[in-house]
């Protein structure tokens, strides 16, 4: 898939769920309650075990495209080569390494490395990252979008960490893309309610879109 639509489809939905799961089926599971709810955009996180394997069965499943899958907590270039190879449309990692920079741009595959600090959100922008993911979000709240975008209002941002349902909307009018979510969004797996996750995203997705409208007033 083109780098472009792989953008495109991201932030035109706004919410990216981060599946962190015990095992494969969990993580499937997981998967398809988000999609179910609106939120097309998946992070697979390679703490899953057999995170590669779960990554080539979605894409799978998903090869007509619905949903936009990608792999988290991508350390370095081998798992991302990996990622990529098994089907990710995207790369997401908690911090930024420019070896996997490097590897993504190679087969045009987005990269959106964790940045807290605003030279680590320049180093990553020369290195070809389209979005920063800004983790971790909580630590600042939305007010370091506006801070960043000051001297980068270029920046495309999407805040991984602690965002949920309820703050999702500071986030949006603050001026993010989209936005990274996961233990808020995928708690119902603990007791295996993947019906309260198909709720919590349509919440998440009803929320961005309130807020957009309300930013092109
Ligand atoms: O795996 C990575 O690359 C990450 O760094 C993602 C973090 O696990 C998220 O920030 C989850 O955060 P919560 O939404 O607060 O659960």
Avoid at 35 to 41: D, F, N, V
């Amino acid at each position: 898939m083109l780098k472009e639509d792989v953008l495109k489809k991201l932030t035109d939905c706004g919410l990216v769920a981060v599946v962190r799961a015990n095992n494969a089926e969990e993580a499937i599971k997981i998967s398809d309650a988000c999609l179910a709810g609106g939120c097309t955009g998946i992070e697979l996180t390679f703490t899953v075990p057999g995170a590669d394997k779960v990554i080539a069965a979605l894409a799978e499943k998903y090869s007509n495209g619905e949903m936009m899958l990608g792999a988290g907590t991508v350390l370095d270039p081998e798992t991302a080569r990996m990622a990529i190879l098994a089907g990710a449309n995207f790369i997401v990692s908690p911090a930024f390494n420019a070896e996997t920079a490097k590897l993504c741009n190679r087969y045009r595959v987005p990269y959106m490395p964790g940045c807290a600090t605003i030279t680590e959100v320049i180093t990553a922008m020369e290195a070809g990252a389209d979005i920063v993911k800004i983790f971790p979000a909580d630590l600042y709240g939305p007010k370091i979008i506006k801070d960043i975008k000051g001297p980068l209002p270029q920046a495309q941002m999407m805040p991984t960490g602690g965002v949920d349902k309820d703050n999702v909307a500071d986030w949006i009018k603050a001026g993010v893309v989209a936005v990274g979510a996961g233990s808020s969004l995928t708690k119902g797996a603990k007791t295996g309610d993947y019906n309260a996750i198909t709720e919590t995203a349509k919440e998440f997705i009803a929320n961005i879109k309130a807020a957009r409208a309300e930013l092109n007033k």
